[in-house]
């Protein structure tokens, strides 16, 4: 998998990134503190060493587990998305099956994928299948009936399951033929996805999926983390619960 493409939230990387500084400074001072207290023993000192040391090993503490919670969060959609861009459309049961988790977290993992400008998928109600939405739109002409030979020259929605039926001697569309013709749909759909891609890789810009959004910034992240750190955590867990 492009490890690049399945970093849904990053936030978790610079999470992960400041609690390992602030482990290190920890070790750093409390060595230093431990050293000092063998070679001096003094009790204000100590206690001022101490209080030092502990403030580094809270932040890092902090730091690193919502970091890690947010990674572990991430991958549960990474590994959802990996399995719906091979699939471009899957029951809901055998997403679930095939995953391992249940129907609220793939329900959550597509809306953060679709928010993060990844995907258009939706829930069909009606089949119980994740499909991309785009198919909504897409239309596929079927010109003629393979039993009677009757010319239907009618468009359906390539988000239709099911084989439409001849309106004149009631026969649906072949299965196989029906689902070929909505293959091509899909295979239309991923040429665009990768030529857009081309196109945001040249600095062209390539239109967004519905609701996607960036919320979180670095530069108001290390801003914070400067002036008051926990200000930073609540703001890292803020943007990542909206």
Not at 45 to 68: K, W
Not at 146 to 157: A, E, Y
């Amino acid at each position: 998998m492009d490890g690049e493409r399945y970093n849904l939230y990053r936030i978790d990387d610079v999470l992960i990134k400041v609690g390992y500084v602030f482990l290190l400074l920890f070790i750093l001072t409390g060595g230093t503190a431990l050293s000092a207290m063998l070679k001096q023993p003094s009790p204000d000192r100590s206690d001022t060493l101490f209080v030092a040391t502990a403030s580094l090993f809270i932040p890092a503490a902090l730091f690193l587990m919502i970091g890690y919670h947010f990674r572990a969060k991430e991958q549960v959609a990474a590994a959802i998305l990996h399995k719906m861009e091979l699939a471009q459309e899957a029951p809901v049961a055998d997403l679930m099956a095939s995953t391992g988790y249940g129907r609220r977290t793939v329900e959550w993992a597509l809306l953060l994928i679709n928010r993060r400008g990844l995907g258009y998928y939706v829930l069909d109600r009606g089949s119980d299948r994740i499909i991309d939405g785009r198919l909504h739109k897409k239309m596929v002409l079927v010109d003629r009936c393979d039993r009677c030979g009757s010319g239907i020259s009618r468009s359906f929605p390539a988000s239709q399951e099911e084989p439409p039926k001849c309106p004149y001697c009631g026969t649906a569309v072949a299965a196989d033929r029906w689902k070929e013709m909505r293959r091509t749909v899909l295979e239309g759909i991923k040429d665009q996805d990768i030529r857009d891609s081309v196109q945001a890789g040249a600095g062209q810009g390539a239109p967004a999926a519905p609701g996607a959004r960036k919320d979180f910034s670095l530069p108001v992240f290390i801003l914070l983390l400067f002036i008051f750190w926990p200000a930073a955590v609540a703001y890292a867990v803020a943007k990542y619960n909206k």
